[in-house]
């Protein structure tokens, strides 16, 4: 009974801890979060891709020393995967910050604070359902969120899509008449 008892607080503490752990970089970085949550907003499949490449990137050498039979290539190996994940939590931020945007498009009168945590819990829940959200949100989102880090950290914006004035006139023109 004591060992299901650990679980459930451990799990009840982890769950706590990570819309705490993305508020914290949210607050404590907003123009960072704000970048990564423009690259999702604007151009989410460059984000993913790139996500995918940093994944790589990052899995090899994980892998390589965490197969090498010394001792401090394993620690080193286990501290990279660490630092990856938290790598990975200032993308998470930026997704969860996006989800609170949308939540304040749907007519509530959220605040920002409100609406990121909401956010933040909503990812994490979603991310918990079992098999579907461990391997078609939780996976997705890991990886996108790598990307929209290495972006936000590489502070490239999505270019802005230039307005064809001759288009627009015509589009305008067509609905006044229409109207």
Known sequence: MADISAIFFILLIIGV?????????????????????????????ATF???????????????????????????????????????SSIGSAGIAAHLGERMKQTGNNYSPFNAFIRGAVILELAAFFPLIGWLFVWIPLLVTSFGATAFALLNWMPRVKAVNTETSKQVNTLNAEHV
């Open 17 to 45: 801890a990570f819309p705490a752990m993305l508020t914290t970089w949210w607050l404590l970085f907003p123009n960072l979060i704000k970048r990564a949550q423009t690259r999702v907003e604007r151009s989410l499949g």
């Open 49 to 87: 891709w790139l996500g995918i490449i940093v994944v790589i990137a990052l899995v090899i050498p994980i892998v390589i020393l965490m197969a090498l039979p010394i001792g401090p290539a394993k620690s080193l190996g286990w501290i990279l995967l660490g630092a990856s994940l938290a790598f």
